[in-house]
């Protein structure tokens, strides 16, 4: 039997992080990865992961734009998890970076 991986989107109240999640899913079945996945918007958990929530309640402008001159050691929401690791942080990777990382789960 193959491992079930478990995904967390550490997210803010954006409605681009169910799109996200979604494609990660997607991306998951392409490759036949057993996996959970869940969208964690508790603040404190997210703060305890080593992650902040900057997005602005109002106005967004973005996740590419809002974490573009931050230090790579800096991590915001949106964050991906897989088995308790984060994997990404920052910008959803595009839908090739997800095939890679579930590629990887598969070998």
Known sequence: MSQVHHFTL?????PRNDFYLERVRES??????ACTAEKNMDEAEIAQAGIEITCLESY???????HADTAPDERFTPALAVDGVLRFW?????DETLDVLMKSLTE
């Not at 550490?10 to 954006?14: E, K, R």
């Not at 998951?28 to 990865?33: D, L, Y």
């Not at 967004?60 to 809002?66: D, E, K, M, S, T």
């Not at 920052?90 to 595009?94: G, H, K, L, S, T």
């Open 10 to 14: 550490y997210a803010s109240h954006c």
């Open 28 to 33: 998951a079945q392409r490759f036949g990865v």
């Open 60 to 66: 967004c402008p973005g996740c590419r734009a809002q």
């Open 90 to 94: 920052n910008v959803p990777p595009d």
